[in-house]
């Protein structure tokens, strides 16, 4: 593996709840006379989500007590904070208007990944795909069904990290390919056993792609050429045991 | 931007201290007739601090009696301990074998980045460079006064982090671009106000750079074409104030 290619998507069309995002990743690629299969596809969270109908009008969403009070506490619209709490399994830190959750699926991020901008509307709030790794495979299994041939699927959304500043894309779902490339036990060049050598290649390619993803620029997807998808594997397994987590 | 293409930098020989690495990546891309000016090069740590000397012999270390307490209690090396610990401005966390420090330049990783894999030889320790921003602008001024044309840099090095398995490559330092593209303030599709949407590219390029770098491919360097470096910036600028960060 010498040389990788990232080809922005794009085209698509604003996604809407119910639409067939395979179908218009498709017609964007082919568009380009773009390929898909035999490399990795690094989509958006956000048209997953909405596609999935994870769209939420903040006119229906009634604040708990705990929710107005941190919205008075924190200045934050009361509707947005309900939605913050729903989709959390905890809340791991608060301070500084920021609200870091741990979510249902075990992600630690600012705001349960509740996202107001790019919404598809003002006033709507978009919730994280309810099972990313699930909706990576969905969205694998029918661009495969119109015969793209095998590739690798990542859901990836843009997180902050704790000590830098910057947000960098991460996985949130993958199919089609090891999230993780486990190099531990294998020697290195000077034939020393390796300990622990595991790179979050499901990461890494969230990452990669997000620097063709910027906010504003319409990109929904990332096609990702030159490196072989195999094996397979789900987000959901590397994320950290809380028990073994210096960091919870 | 549309495209990125990562290219491998194949055939560097083994660095050793006092070597001109700038000499040494360029014969490589010469090779390959690549043209580096107008792309990122993202380059390892490790060929980085073995030019720069960042290299221990084990035998001339005389471990602390702190360094032997934690040695005893980890089963770890006293030595490799007492690097570690001249490393850090302190211990961030330490439980399961594992110290997670706060290096003197203020990254948060395991072991202060001190590494005897793939160091250059049996005995011997990998410290990371003194300073890794002055590393990749000393670099990029090597490169372009060999006529390279203008360039960013990009020191790389292998972190964990908390919550999810796996590594991910992040900039150590970096040179002759933004390392963060601030996008607060700008309007999303839908006209709203974002907030805070600032893309860490100097660790976006570093972890997508590390696609091509596994562990024992020997590949010290990568090219990133495609994007247009323009702005300046260092790394160390962008780490999160420790009196903000909500984990410490």
Same mark, same amino acid.
């Given at each position: 593996? %010498?040389?990788?290619? $990232?080809?922005? !998507?794009?085209?698509?069309?604003? +996604?809407?709840?119910?639409?067939?995002?395979?179908?218009?990743?498709?017609? =964007?690629?082919?568009?380009?006379?773009?390929?898909?299969?035999?490399?990795?596809?690094? +989509?958006? #969270?956000?048209?997953?989500?909405?596609?999935?109908?994870?769209?939420?009008?903040?006119?229906?969403?009634?604040?708990?007590?705990?929710? !107005?009070?941190?919205?008075?506490?924190? @200045?934050? /619209?009361?509707? #947005? +904070?309900?939605?913050?709490?729903?989709?959390?399994?905890?809340?791991?830190?608060?301070?500084?208007?920021?609200?870091?959750?741990?979510?249902?699926?075990?992600?630690?991020?600012? %705001?349960? @990944?509740?996202?107001?901008? %790019?919404?598809?509307?003002?006033?709507?709030?978009?919730? $994280?795909?309810?099972?990313?790794?699930?909706?990576?495979?969905?969205? &694998?299994? =029918? $661009?495969?069904?119109?015969? *793209?041939?095998?590739?690798?699927?990542?859901?990836?959304? *843009?997180?902050?990290?704790?000590?830098?500043?910057?947000?960098?894309?991460?996985?949130?779902?993958?199919?089609?390919?090891?999230?993780? /490339?486990? #190099? &531990?036990?294998?020697?290195?060049?000077?034939?020393?056993?390796?300990?622990?050598?595991?790179?979050?290649?499901?990461? #890494?390619?969230?990452?990669?792609?997000?620097? $063709?993803?910027?906010?504003?620029? @319409?990109?929904? =997807?990332?096609?990702?050429?030159?490196?072989?998808?195999?094996?397979?594997?789900?987000?959901?397994?590397? !994320?950290?045991?809380?028990?073994?987590?210096?960091?919870?």
């Amino acid at each position: 593996m %010498n040389r990788l290619e $990232l080809l922005a !998507l794009r085209g698509v069309p604003a +996604v809407a709840p119910g639409d067939d995002l395979a179908a218009l990743l498709l017609e =964007a690629a082919g568009r380009f006379g773009l390929e898909l299969g035999g490399g990795v596809l690094v +989509v958006c #969270q956000k048209v997953v989500s909405k596609a999935e109908g994870r769209v939420v009008a903040l006119a229906e969403v009634t604040p708990s007590a705990e929710a !107005l009070a941190i919205a008075e506490e924190d @200045g934050k /619209d009361a509707r #947005q +904070v309900e939605l913050v709490l729903r989709e959390s399994r905890r809340i791991v830190r608060r301070g500084r208007g920021v609200i870091i959750c741990e979510t249902h699926h075990g992600f630690v991020c600012a %705001n349960a @990944g509740v996202d107001l901008s %790019n919404a598809t509307g003002p006033d709507h709030a978009v919730l $994280l795909p309810e099972d990313p790794d699930a909706s990576a495979r969905r969205l &694998r299994d =029918a $661009l495969m069904a119109r015969g *793209t041939g095998p590739l690798g699927v990542v859901v990836s959304d *843009t997180f902050g990290r704790p000590w830098r500043e910057g947000l960098v894309d991460v996985a949130l779902g993958c199919a089609g390919f090891r999230p993780i /490339d486990d #190099q &531990r036990g294998g020697p290195d060049l000077a034939g020393r056993i390796l300990e622990v050598t595991a790179a979050a290649t499901a990461d #890494q390619l969230a990452a990669a792609a997000g620097l $063709l993803m910027p906010k504003r620029s @319409g990109v929904p =997807a990332v096609l990702v050429r030159g490196l072989d998808p195999s094996g397979d594997g789900s987000v959901s397994d590397t !994320l950290r045991d809380p028990e073994t987590d210096l960091f919870r």
